[in-house]
């Protein structure tokens, strides 16, 4: 059993930058995901348990950076320059089930809201 806790978020305006923190009870492959109303849950960003390997959607790349500290077992997603179409309830999950892009994940967190004004 994997407990996930989320974070970080707010109400910013575009251009800024906000990180988002999922505090974990054990290490394990995890990922960011987000839901806005009227869209199904969309991937953001994975990064794998050593922390070596991160994957991003085509839609953040370069804008978030995923990572993670073992030591603390957290999880962050450092996001820049936020659009307003980045606005979504972010959640953190944990062990997919299939591949990393799908929200089929054991352990999902309660979530977290990020709002972007234009």
């Known amino acids: 059993q994997v407990q996930l806790v989320e974070s970080g978020g707010g109400l910013v305006q575009a251009g800024v930058s906000l990180r988002l923190s999922c505090a974990a009870s054990?290490?394990?492959?995890m990922a960011w995901f987000r839901h806005s109303p009227g869209k199904e849950r969309e991937f953001v960003a994975a990064?794998?348990?050593?922390?070596?390997?991160?994957y991003y959607a085509d839609s953040v790349k370069g804008r978030f950076t995923i990572s993670r500290s073992n030591a603390k077992n957290t999880v962050y997603l450092q996001m820049n320059s936020l659009k307003p179409e980045d606005t979504a309830v972010y959640y953190c999950?944990?062990?997919?089930?299939?591949?990393?892009?799908?929200?089929?994940?054991?352990?999902w967190g309660q979530g977290t809201q990020v709002t972007v004004s234009s």
């Open positions: 999950a944990a062990e997919p089930r299939g591949v990393y892009y799908q929200p089929t994940y054991n352990y």
């Open positions: 054990g290490r394990a492959f």
């Open positions: 990064i794998s348990w050593s922390g070596i390997s991160t």
